[in-house]
């Protein structure tokens, strides 16, 4: 049995349901992370577990025990909050005090575990510091270490970094991601950022609509997304909405250009599909350069130059209807220009294919028959 | 050279703002110190001259420092009872019945719009007769409350009841903008996760972020009592107010004594409470007396 396991976990708010009979197990010492935008019920997954909502149905079991309508105060988990949750009228170090002098531990002990706490998240010399002299993200540390010092059994991290700014949010993930490690602890994030969530998680669970879209790891996810929502909640693609001319040979039609894929083996001929490709897999060339290697190959003017750093992004005007996004390296960039008309190409196995709700059901329907 | 020249115009446009801010200042504390010298200066002028017998006779009679002690007892009681009744409260509705909010900001309204007449008269009724409904409706409280031996009709125990509803607005008020200029929920939510109870957070965590909302509406409520003339009046209770008034019809000069006297008193209290204020660590607040009315 997992560590901490969510059954059939429920919540309704009159008649929306936020959080829909989800089902989750989470490993000691795991990192997971919960990635949907809002209102997918991540955050009310993760109250339920902190024990600051109840849910409608189901259960939660921390290590073989039902803590379902155990009061948060009971639960020992540390929470880390959006909007750090500091007490104003104490100082860093009595911030971290609280919870270990709610549970009476010798003077000398929290003492000695404040200081080992402020050094860990780097503000050892902040201890007298009350919250409104001190960045947001020294708050945030401070927070961590306050959600530490109970040594809770599970750490719960609401969007920890979303108040802060972008080099801030990088160090202090990385930070969070490294203590996590170092001190072995169970972790539950929630994040809608997917940059976020693919660099810092062991798992991600992608929600939709109070419902686990996909479990995996953050390579999985990003490289074999299951469903469509998944495909186009993590990260950048572009997307083609195609039939299937024959799933064999790997073979579907947009419009009047075929497309190559992999070969395709639970969807039929004629089934509409989402073909996906993921920008950095397109390759650009200007028009007339010597012929490209990748099997699928589209024509289309570029409309948007974009340097990012290491690669270039380019916006290719396919069609009236297409656009589509392209990454470079940036050292191969150099002699493309907007308004010049190139070539994109992209390998068959660059393609992820998916059904889409139909061609879901007809796979499905399909599948019924051949068992009977 | 334009540099030069903007700097100097900025100058003397500062300078002209300070002066108009200066002799509005000015005005505003012509305005309010001009009635309490004149009745300094009232107070402390006989027949012959400055005279401070007046003084004297005031502190050698001995219903000035009985109405006075009673006024300061009422005060304390009713600032105590309204603070720990309507605190709790208020931290319980903005945490788990939000929904109930707006119902208790008309409530509290109430006391405004109902003058002290109307309410001395209410209770004069409810706890004098013997309505089943009022009977059933109080969960046995008034029958129990207006007869021997636990009997506080015209009482200061009743007077300080009816101070507390008088209270409402200002302790209201002043309460629920402090609870919502702090993330309450979220600083709740941190207590509980760190172990903590609803009565331990409230304490430990809540009452010290809202400390100074909480002075505001002690200092307003004690004010407030100290100078309550209506209902102690009849409710036939002789507290400070009616003494002054007393007074007042039979020997003027002493009355503007003891006007300047209470003044002071109650300019102790506020300096006090602004120390206590100031003095905490790690806020900023200041006493919110705009948030009250």
């Not at chain 1, 070539?343 to 329907?365: G, H, M, N, R, Y």
């Not at chain 2, 300070?18 to 200042?25: A, N, R």
């Not at chain 2, 009022?134 to 009841?161: D, E, H, M, R």
């Amino acid at each position: 049995m997992a560590f901490l396991e969510l059954t059939e976990l429920t919540k309704s708010f009159g008649r929306v349901t936020a959080v829909d009979a989800v089902d989750l197990s989470i490993e000691r010492g795991e990192f997971l992370t919960l990635l949907g935008p809002s209102g997918c019920g991540k955050t009310t997954i993760l109250r339920m577990v902190a024990g600051f909502e109840t849910p409608s149905a189901g259960n939660i079991l921390l290590d073989g025990d039902d803590i379902t309508t155990t009061p948060a105060s009971k639960r020992a988990m540390g929470m880390v909050f959006q909007s750090y949750a500091l007490f104003p009228h104490l100082t860093a170090a009595e911030n971290i005090a609280f919870g270990m002098s709610i549970k009476r531990l010798p003077k000398e002990r929290i003492k000695q575990r404040c200081a080992e706490l402020l050094e860990l998240v780097g503000l050892g010399e902040k201890d007298r510091s009350y919250p409104h002299q001190l960045s947001g993200g020294q708050q945030q540390r401070i927070a961590l270490a306050r959600a530490l010092a109970i040594e809770p059994r599970v750490l719960l991290l609401d969007e920890p970094l979303s108040a802060l700014d972008a080099k801030v949010r990088v160090s202090l993930r990385n930070e969070i991601r490294h203590i996590q490690q170092q001190l072995k602890i169970t972790a539950i994030y929630v994040t809608h950022d997917q940059e976020e969530a693919l660099a810092i998680s062991d798992r991600i669970a992608v929600m939709s609509k109070g419902r686990i879209e996909q479990l995996d790891q953050p390579e999985e996810i990003y490289n074999n997304p299951r469903t469509v929502f998944a495909a186009t909640f993590v990260g950048t693609s572009n997307r083609f909405n195609a039939l299937v001319v024959a799933a064999a040979e790997g073979r579907c039609r947009v419009e009047q250009q075929e497309l190559h894929v992999p070969p395709l083996t639970n969807i039929r001929d004629g089934a509409s599909v989402l073909v996906m490709v993921r920008p950095e897999e397109v390759n650009v060339q200007k028009e007339g350069a010597l012929p490209n290697s990748g099997a699928n190959q589209i024509a289309g003017t570029i409309i948007l130059r974009t340097f990012l750093g290491p690669f270039t992004r380019f916006h290719v005007h396919v069609n009236d209807e297409t656009t589509l996004t392209a990454d470079v390296p940036s050292q191969y960039a150099r002699e493309l220009y907007v308004a010049e008309p190139v070539v994109l190409s992209f390998a068959a196995d660059a393609c992820q294919v998916l059904p889409t709700d139909s061609s879901i059901k007809e796979a499905e329907k399909i599948t019924e028959s051949e068992k009977v | 050279m334009q540099t030069t020249q903007a700097v100097a115009i900025a100058q003397r446009q500062t300078r002209a703002r300070f002066g108009i801010d200066k002799v509005f200042l000015i005005l505003v504390l012509i305005y309010l110190t001009v009635p309490l010298i004149s009745t300094l200066v009232f107070g402390f002028t006989g027949s012959h001259g400055i005279d401070f017998s007046t003084l004297g006779q005031i502190f050698s009679d001995k219903d000035f420092a009985q109405t006075l002690s009673l006024s300061l007892e009422l005060a304390l009681a009713s600032t105590l009872l309204s603070v720990a009744l309507i605190t709790p409260t208020i931290y319980w509705v903005q945490l788990r019945l939000p929904g109930v909010r707006p119902l208790l900001d008309i409530l509290s309204l109430i006391p405004f719009a109902a003058p002290a007449i109307v309410m001395a008269f209410g209770l004069v009724e409810v706890y004098s007769g013997s309505n089943m409904l009022i009977n059933v409706l109080s969960l046995g409280l008034v029958p129990l409350l207006s007869n021997p031996p636990f009997n506080i009709v015209n009482t200061p125990p009743l007077l300080v009841c009816a101070y507390v509803v008088i209270a409402l607005p200002f302790v209201y008020r002043s309460i629920d903008a402090s609870l919502r200029s702090i993330n309450t929920r979220v600083l709740t939510e941190a207590s509980y996760s760190l172990g903590c109870g609803w009565w331990r957070t409230f304490l430990t965590v809540i009452l010290p972020n809202i400390w100074p909302g909480i002075i505001s509406a002690a200092l307003l409520t004690f004010s407030t009592v100290m100078g309550e003339f209506t209902l102690s009046s009849l409710f036939s209770i002789y507290t400070f107010p009616i003494y002054l008034n007393q007074t007042g019809q039979e020997d003027p000069h002493k009355a503007a004594s003891l006007s300047i006297l209470s003044f002071i008193l109650t300019l102790i209290c506020v300096l006090a409470i602004f120390l206590l204020v100031r003095r905490r660590p790690g806020q900023q607040g200041e006493i919110e007396l705009t948030a009250a009315k």
